[in-house]
């Protein structure tokens, strides 16, 4: 008859062991997968309520601006019918305060949405590109890569891509 009297202390440590390299390496990926995550549904929440402030500025015939900074952005309805291509001091805001960024924007500047659904902006007539800083470690290279991390707006469309070569690329 075996004498069983439970588990050898080395056998104890080498799963202790084992779990501890299992952990330590998905804690890692899960970090990064996370970081992915959050820049993805920035970028996605951005896209999502410059297409809405285009199809309110159509459905309300008014225009609608989105200003962009670096750390967040505000979307104004143009409730005094100024027209022109920036809010005035008569319009108002559709957020009681600006909606904050997790990754700053590399770009800064106002949009304006017009009622037959134009894109147009302050910068360029070639369209703008929204871009957002994923140098968390500040050596000037990203250090995260989620499928989307950057909004191109053209006068008739706006699409969403991810950041390759020095352009977006749309998805």
């Known amino acids: 008859m075996k004498n069983n009297r439970g588990m050898a202390f080395l056998e104890l440590l080498m799963v202790i062991v084992v779990m501890g390299t299992l952990v330590a390496a998905l804690g890692f990926s899960y970090r990064e997968w996370v970081a992915n995550y959050n820049a993805e549904r920035q970028t996605k929440e951005v896209y999502a309520d410059l297409m809405n402030a285009r199809v309110k500025a159509m459905n309300q015939n008014r225009f609608h601006f989105i200003v ?28 009681a305060s600006p909606k904050p960024f997790r990754y700053p924007s590399l770009w800064r500047g106002t949009v304006a949405m017009h009622t037959n659904g134009i894109v147009s902006n302050n910068i360029s007539y070639l369209g703008a590109t929204v871009r957002f800083d994923l140098d968390l470690d500040g050596d000037g290279m990203p250090d995260i890569s989620p499928d989307y991390d950057c909004i191109i707006l053209y006068s008739s469309r706006i699409n969403i891509g991810t950041w390759q070569g020095g352009k977006c690329v749309a998805t």
């Open 68 to 95: 962009v900074d670096y750390h967040y952005y505000q979307i104004f309805e143009d409730t005094d019918e100024s027209g022109g291509n920036a809010p005035s001091g008569g319009d108002a805001a559709l957020w």
